[in-house]
């Protein structure tokens, strides 16, 4: 079997466990297309890395891979279908996706957290004076789990927030799960480890060097789980040179939704490979 097929089989179970899906047919009958027939196409379509016309028409040469859906070439809807249908799904339901994803690997408890950003693409400069579309970076922080390098959640914006801030949301997300949290310096606040470990979650979470004890803090650190926090950067890294640097989406909430999908496909595509 080859490997989009064991991708496209693994995305259409998570997808209809995300979606709630009770028996639906995937093409459409006398409705809209089945909530999961949408979240795999778009799977699908960042995993060939392709537009959504591209996309489409390889998936028409691809019936085996429809099969695995419930759709035949003729069911294939036109790509701004599939567009408007992105909208359509909740930020709930990708969130639900991505942890379904990110279970295929049997997490660890332990998590590393890194942000990096990633290119908001270049559009017209009519585009962006009627828009007012002047931020070209989109800030994201993710959570990897560091013993299977599967990423267990992740945030995005373009305002500037702290670092500790979004720490304590991805962490406070995820505190059942997690035994330990490593995290650079920029997460340096003595509230956020107290609150971790609260939750029973015990941070690895270095000092800033001002005075002695802050040195003394940093030596007390295990080395080797502390040191595993750089594959949160690994994962970055695959991502972007495997499924691109940069959003296509103009508006934030589809921009958001592409960078899930992105951690979707680099979960499922690890499961399988």
């Known amino acids: 079997m080859s490997k989009i097929s064991l991708f496209t089989g693994k995305v259409v179970t998570a997808a209809k466990s995300a979606v709630?899906?009770?028996?639906?047919?995937?093409?459409?009958?006398?409705?809209?297309?089945?909530?999961?027939?949408?979240?795999?196409?778009?799977?699908?379509?960042?995993?060939?890395?392709?537009?959504?016309?591209?996309a489409l028409d390889l998936l028409s040469e691809m019936p085996q891979i429809l099969a695995e859906i419930?759709?035949?070439?003729?069911?294939?809807?036109?790509?701004?279908?599939?567009?408007?249908?992105?909208?359509r799904i909740k930020m709930a339901v990708w969130r639900v996706l991505l942890r379904l994803s990110a279970q295929l690997h049997g997490p660890?408890?332990?998590?590393?957290?890194?942000?990096?950003?990633?290119?908001?693409?270049?559009?017209?400069?009519?585009?962006?004076?009627?828009?007012?579309?002047?931020?070209?970076?989109?800030?994201?922080?993710?959570l990897v789990d560091t013993a299977t390098q599967a990423v267990l959640d992740v945030h995005c914006?373009?305002?500037?927030?702290?670092?500790?801030q979004l720490g304590w949301q991805l962490a406070r997300r995820n505190a059942g799960e997690l035994h330990s949290l490593a995290a650079d310096k920029g997460y340096d606040l003595q509230r956020l480890r107290e609150k971790l470990r609260e939750?029973?979650?015990?941070?690895?979470?270095?000092h800033r060097e001002f005075?002695?004890?802050?040195?003394?803090?940093?030596?007390?650190?295990?080395?080797t789980l502390y040191g595993q926090r750089a594959l949160s950067e690994t994962v970055f890294s695959v991502i972007k040179r495997t499924l691109g640097d940069a959003v296509c989406?103009?508006?934030?909430?589809?921009?958001?939704?592409?960078?899930?999908?992105?951690?979707?496909?680099?979960?499922?595509?690890?499961?399988?490979?």
Not at 130 to 136: E, G, L, M, S
Not at 199 to 206: F, G, N, S, T
Not at 212 to 223: C, E, L, S, T, V
């Open 20 to 54: 709630g899906c009770q028996g639906e047919s995937a093409a459409p009958q006398g409705g809209g297309f089945a909530d999961y027939t949408v979240v795999s196409l778009h799977c699908l379509r960042i995993y060939l890395e392709k537009s959504y016309s591209e």
């Open 70 to 87: 419930g759709l035949q070439k003729a069911d294939l809807p036109y790509h701004s279908t599939l567009v408007e249908a992105f909208d």
């Open 108 to 142: 660890s408890g332990r998590a590393a957290m890194n942000a990096t950003f990633f290119d908001r693409e270049n559009a017209s400069k009519h585009y962006c004076r009627r828009t007012n579309y002047r931020v070209q970076t989109l800030k994201t922080t993710a």
């Open 157 to 164: 914006m373009t305002k500037k927030r702290h670092d500790t």
């Open 199 to 206: 939750e029973d979650v015990r941070p690895l979470i270095k």
């Open 211 to 223: 005075r002695p004890i802050d040195h003394a803090h940093n030596a007390r650190i295990d080395g």
């Open 249 to 273: 989406a103009r508006s934030w909430y589809r921009e958001f939704r592409e960078i899930v999908l992105m951690c979707v496909v680099y979960n499922i595509k690890r499961a399988v490979s």
